[in-house]
């Protein structure tokens, strides 16, 4: 770890069905494998699914830290795939509806699990929650995940504008998924680029675009991360070169 201590990134979308999380375990890992100590907390607290897609029964959650004081200890799990876990629980009402002094604490929670690591991805959920919202203010780089589809672009942009608006934050790396190529991932980029430059007065850093991979899906299925399971595909050489950019 550096001696400014961890980087904390929150991964978000506008929209779910982008690929978020995919790409937060998956850059997780190809970091890993640079020699980096890298922590994954599951922060989408109602619909987590980061421990399907690595195949891991999880016994306690996220949900037992807050409301149970669990010792992070028990909590935390080292994956198959180089990097570290905290999962959070699925279909749990009270993870959607926490208090402010939850919210406070689990973003005090964050920071402390956070110490003697490298990176810290926060894969927090799609929306513009006020728990949401907080995940972005936590994080000291905001990635924002964006797809072709016309709706994930303006979902995407509502949830800056209210970043924006809230926290005065102004500097986000977007990662366009899905993309034929190169060149059309930089034409949805600067679009999005375009909207936030004419009405909200600041630009935006591409980070990298990842093209549409028919073994994305299979690597999904069978619970291994992309990067491990298909690591010469085309999707993730591209994931390696922006793992590159996060960490040169």
Do not use: W
């Not at 890298?38 to 897609?53: E, P, S, T, W, Y």
């Not at 780089?141 to 926290?167: C, E, G, H, P, W």
């Not at 366009?176 to 630009?203: E, M, Q, T, Y």
């Amino acid at each position: 770890m550096s001696d400014k201590g961890p980087v904390i990134i929150s991964i978000a979308s506008g929209k779910g069905g982008v690929g978020k999380t995919c790409i937060t375990i998956n850059l997780a890992a190809s970091l890993a494998e640079k020699g980096k100590k890298v922590l994954v907390i599951d922060c989408d607290l109602g619909l987590a699914n980061i421990d399907i897609m690595l195949g891991i029964n999880p016994k306690s959650n996220l949900k037992d830290i807050i409301f149970k004081d669990a010792d992070v200890r028990d909590v935390l799990i080292r994956t198959k795939a180089g990097f570290d876990f905290i999962p959070a629980s699925s279909g749990a009402r009270e993870m959607n509806q926490l208090l402010n002094e939850d919210i406070e604490k689990l973003k005090t929670l964050i920071a402390r699990m956070s110490q003697g690591y490298d990176y810290v991805f926060l894969d927090i959920g799609a929306g513009i929650s006020d728990t949401v919202l907080h995940f972005n203010l936590l994080a000291s780089r905001n990635f924002i995940i964006v797809s072709r589809d016309l709706t994930s672009i303006t979902d995407a942009y509502a949830t800056m504008k209210m970043v924006y608006q809230m926290f005065g934050k102004q500097t986000f790396d977007i990662i366009v998924n899905s993309v034929r190529d190169d060149a059309d991932g930089l034409k949805v980029f600067n679009h999005i680029d375009s909207i936030c430059r004419k009405f909200l007065n600041f630009s935006l850093h591409h980070l990298g675009s990842i093209p549409f991979d028919e073994v994305v899906p299979r690597s999904i299925m069978k619970q291994t991360v992309l990067v491990h399971l298909f690591p010469e595909s085309s999707a993730a050489v591209k994931i390696h070169q922006i793992a590159g950019n996060i960490s040169p």
